[in-house]
C-alpha cells in the first residue's frame, strides 16, 4: 500500500498516519519529522533546514529529497509506505514519482483530508508534543487533567509537554498560506492520474480513521 496524505497543517496527517501504522503495519515517512530530528540533531542537512522551517516556508526541494530517497531505499518500506507532508509542491510530486517508477512501485492513493481553515488553527494551537517520547496530543481533545493520569512509556512519569516553535500564530500563518500556493495544486495534479480520494477530515478522530480506510479500499 503506497500512499500519500494531503492536507494542510492541523488536518491530522500525522495522527491518522499513526492509526495506519497500526492498521498495515507499513511505516509512516513524515519529512517535517526527519526534518525535526536534523535540526535537533544539529546535521548539516539540519542546519540548511532550519531558518525555512522557523519561517513556515518550505525547506529546499533538493534537501528533502535528498531525505525521501534514502529514506524509500530502507528495507521497511517493501511493503509501502505513508508519505506525511511529502510531496508539498508539484515539483517534489513530478520527482516522486520518477523515483517509484524506477522501482516500478507506484503511488496507489492520494487521500485529500479537509478540513475548515478555522478548525485548523484551533487545532494548531493545542498541539503539544512530549519531549520524551514524541507522542502528540491535542489540548483540546486531551485535556492537561486527563493526560497527567497517563504514563510517558519513556520515563514512567507524566508527559512533559512543549509546543512546537513552528505552532505560533505568525508562523501558521505563513504555512498556512504556503500550503495554499504550493501544495493545494497537488490535488489536480494526483485528481488528473485518477488517484485523488477526499474524505471529511473534521470531526472524532476515529470517525476520520474509518472514512480514511473506505477511502483507501476505493
Ligand atoms: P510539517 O511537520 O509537515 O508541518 O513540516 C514542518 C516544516 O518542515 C514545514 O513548515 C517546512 O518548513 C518543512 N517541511 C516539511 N516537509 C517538507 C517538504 N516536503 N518540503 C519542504 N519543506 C518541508
Do not use: E, W
Given at each position: 500500500m503506497r500512499i500519500v496524505l494531503l492536507g494542510a497543517p492541523g488536518s491530522g496527517k500525522g495522527t491518522q498516519s499513526q492509526r495506519l501504522i497500526e492498521r498495515f503495519h507499513i511505516p509512516q515517512i513524515s519529512t517535517g519529522d526527519l526534518l525535526r530530528a536534523a535540526v535537533a540533531h544539529g546535521t548539516p542537512l539540519g542546519l540548511q533546514a532550519k531558518e525555512a522551517m522557523a519561517a513556515g516556508r518550505l525547506v529546499a526541494d533538493e534537501i528533502v529529497l535528498g531525505m525521501i530517497r534514502e529514506r524509500l531505499g530502507e528495507p521497511d518500506t517493501r511493503d509501502g509506505f505513508i508519505l506525511d507532508?511529502?510531496?508539498?509542491n508539484i515539483a517534489q510530486a513530478r520527482a516522486l514519482d520518477e523515483m517509484l517508477a524506477q522501482v516500478d512501485q507506484p503511488l496507489e492513493t492520494v487521500v485529500q483530508m479537509n478540513v475548515d481553515y478555522s478548525e485548523l488553527s484551533r487545532r494548531i494551537a493545542g498541539r503539544r508534543t512530549c519531549t520524551d517520547c514524541g507522542k502528540v496530543v491535542n489540548l483540546l481533545t486531551s485535556p492537561p487533567e486527563t493526560l497527567e493520569h497517563e504514563r510517558c512509556p519513556k520515563t514512567g512519569q507524566s508527559h512533559r509537554l512543549y509546543q512546537r516553535p513552528d505552532d505560533n500564530e505568525a508562523t501558521v500563518a505563513e504555512r498556512l498560506r504556503v500550503y495554499e500556493a504550493q501544495t493545494r495544486p497537488l490535488i489536480d495534479y494526483y485528481r488528473d492520474q485518477g488517484l485523488l480520494r477526499s474524505i471529511d477530515a473534521e470531526g472524532d478522530v476515529a470517525v476520520v480513521s474509518a472514512r480514511l480506510e473506505q477511502a483507501l479500499k476505493g
Open positions: 507532508g511529502f510531496p508539498r
